[in-house]
């Protein structure tokens, strides 16, 4: 069965303090990785897609990474904008769907 | 800016009643949109997928009946909540994929509270 894991299920970092989230994956065939960010009662923003192990994107302080099992979401030196949720989704081959993890809740404190 | 809209941002109906929530990719041509619903605190439920000229693709457990899905457009998709009960007050979202299936976007969502 596919499957997409966040962890941890909440953060909560001091401005400034550098930190990565995690979605680890099980899938029968990776077609891409997906990053959203989520804020309360919107929809998902698109941050990222990556498509193959030892992938990477920037986006100002937002960095991903893919393994074949896992991508990491780092932050640097994070902001209280930051905070958010972020959501993980996979999309697999064959299939126009994406999986998605249930996310990791950012706070980010001044 | 916003590459896919929906609308309405929200909406109140009677119970009973039907409502249309309308997702649109306004910078390409979606071949391929997608429904969610989202409870509070929780991930991203998918109810159906939609593609252009086609009958929806629903998830077990979603009433086809009940959620109308119309993709009439590679720029349109519609989803009607039909006999609208309190039970279906909710976040709706729409998602949109390019052709090339690379990129997905999302829309602002809708929320809908019955009464």
């Known amino acids: 069965e596919d499957q997409v894991t966040q962890s941890p299920e909440a953060l909560r970092l001091q401005e400034g303090e550098s930190s990565s989230l995690n979605c680890s994956y099980t899938?029968?065939?990776?077609?891409?990785l997906f990053w959203y960010r989520q804020d309360p009662g919107k929809g998902p923003e698109f941050l990222f897609t990556l498509y193959s192990a030892g992938e990477e994107k920037e986006k100002e302080r937002l960095k991903a990474t893919l393994t074949k099992k896992e991508s990491f979401l780092h932050i640097t030196a994070p902001k209280p904008e930051d905070s958010a949720t972020y959501l993980c989704a996979v999309h697999i081959g064959g299939s126009e769907k994406l999986v998605f993890g249930k996310g990791t809740k950012l706070t980010v404190n001044p | 800016g916003a590459v896919v809209s929906q609308h309405p941002s929200w909406v109140i109906c009677k119970s009973g009643t039907s409502v249309k929530i309308e997702c649109r990719s306004l910078d390409f041509q979606a071949t391929t949109m997608f429904w969610y619903r989202q409870f509070p605190k929780q991930s991203l439920m998918l109810m159906a997928t939609?593609?252009?000229?086609?009958?929806?693709?629903?998830e077990q457990g979603v009433e086809k009946d009940k959620f109308l899905i119309n993709h009439a457009s590679l720029t349109l998709s519609t989803l009607t909540v039909t006999s609208a009960h309190p039970e279906d007050s909710s976040f709706y979202i729409c998602s949109a994929s390019n052709i090339a299936g690379n990129t997905i976007y999302f829309g602002e969502g809708s929320w809908l509270t019955v009464v």
């Open positions: 899938v029968s065939g990776l077609r891409g």
């Open positions: 939609s593609n252009e000229g086609s009958k929806a693709t629903y």
